[in-house]
């Protein structure tokens, strides 16, 4: 990996010396990270994602409601048209 900062960069930028890698100012570099804003603010979201639950329990209990009164009526065409766009049904020509 080194070998390609040095290409990248140029030898001159990196000198090994005793396991570390020197700046050209003779200063020690060691292993570091650095992350980005950007980064930052998707392992953000990712933790407050992952506090949602997947099923949304109230609405589990309202369709389940709905189905056993007998008053569930599903939107059909919508139904239809995500079929389709999940490529599950083929459109008849």
């Given at each position: ?9 140029g030898a001159q930028y990196l000198q090994k010396s005793a ?9 020690a570099q060691g292993d570091g990270l650095e992350v980005s ?57």
């Amino acid at each position: 990996m080194i070998d390609k900062v040095q290409r990248v960069l140029g030898a001159q930028y990196l000198q090994k010396s005793a396991g570390k890698y020197k700046s050209v100012s003779g200063e020690a570099q060691g292993d570091g990270l650095e992350v980005s804003a950007f980064a930052k603010e998707l392992a953000k979201v990712s933790s407050e994602l992952k506090k949602v639950p997947e099923i949304r329990n109230e609405r589990v209990d309202v369709l389940r409601e709905q189905i056993q009164s007998g008053t569930y009526t599903p939107n059909l065409t919508l139904v239809a048209q995500r079929l389709l766009a999940a490529g599950i049904l083929q459109k008849e020509e």
